[in-house]
């Protein structure tokens, strides 16, 4: 599903975000993305999105190499991937149900798909309820359950979430948590970024370490972790 093959990224030639990165994540893989701030997790995550391209080395997604992807086909490639951040990133003037269909809409999804398909999900997120709310009535909980049903309305192959937990408390940390493992048991490739020890050792899957742009530990078997 997605490999790197000695990728570097430099910043005006000075700051090394990653340096000689090889890495391989398998289809319908759970893998948290782990490491202090500055470790690189972030800048990886753009990779994959194309919103940053490597100095040197490949970033290849479905067998295909990013590099080859020209500009104008950057939103197809897009709509593979559900993305998740820790602010949230929701249209405030829009409600719950109208935030979830704008990803749809900007598509050029039919009428008929987009009403069911957001209905769906939401139901999925459990905020069928809440489906008239807008952002500023919701709680920071479920602006992020919000959040991962926007991504998902389009049923990305991968969900990356950056950092998803980080402004939330313990109880909805775990909430969300448990909504992706849920994802990905529907057979979703789920990457996780994060610095909280407590959420990688509730998943129990693989854990990719980071520090200072490399990659210092890859631990596949279950068991505990300390970041």
Known sequence: MIQFKKVIKKYNHHFTALDGI???????????????????KSTLIKMLIKEDRPSSGKVILDEVDLADVPDKEIPFLRRKIGTIFQDFRL???KNALENVAFALEVVGAEDDDIAKDVEQVLAIVGLADKKKNFP?????????RLAIARALVHRPKIILADEPTGNLDLVNSFDVVKLLWRINELGTTVILA??????????????????????????????????
């Open 136 to 144: 500023k009535e919701l709680s920071g909980g479920e602006k992020q």
């Open 22 to 40: 090889d890495l391989e994540i398998k289809d319908g893989e759970f893998v948290s993305l782990v490491g202090p701030s500055g470790a690189g």
């Open 91 to 93: 249209l405030e003037s």
């Open 194 to 227: 994060t610095h909280d020890d407590k959420i990688v050792n509730t998943v129990g899957k693989r854990v990719i370490s980071m520090d200072k742009g490399r990659i210092v530990r890859d631990q596949l078997e279950k068991g505990k972790y300390i970041i």
